[in-house]
Nanobody
Framework: QVEIVESGGGLVQPGGSLRLSCTASGSIFSLNTMVWYRQAPGKQRELVAA???????NYADAVKDRFTISRQNAKNTMYLQMNSLKPEDTAMYYC??????????WGQGTQVTVSS
């Protein structure tokens, strides 16, 4: 059984920072991509950032130069450092582990609210 747990969300003022964490436990194929998605109320889900097991990264244009994704393979853990947060970053953030040629595993999400 695979479990994905996100943490680190919360309320922050515009211009502030948060660090999200995602830890995967259970039987997961080592070749995988870890992804952060987000979904705001009334909006479609969108990819925020992704990182492969080899460390290649990809970012949405809206977060480039503000967010940094990283991972520790030995711990099956991924991070998202979010700086210069804007109100439009407010959303539920989801961690997903996408196995190469296998299954996708989703977490329950962590809420990020950017407001003064």
């Amino acid at each position: 059984q695979v479990e994905i747990v996100e943490s680190g969300g919360g309320l922050v003022q515009p211009g502030g920072s948060l660090r999200l964490s995602c830890t995967a436990s259970g039987s997961i194929f080592s070749l995988n991509t870890m992804v952060w998605y987000r979904q705001a109320p009334g909006k479609q889900r969108e990819l925020v950032a992704a990182i492969t097991d080899a460390g290649r990264t990809n970012y949405a244009d809206a977060v480039k130069d503000r967010f940094t994704i990283s991972r520790q393979n030995a711990k099956n853990t991924m991070y998202l450092q979010m700086n210069s947060l804007k109100p439009e970053d407010t959303a539920m953030y989801y961690c997903v582990v996408e196995e190469v040629g296998g299954d996708d595993f989703w977490g329950q999400g962590t809420q990020v609210t950017v407001s003064s």
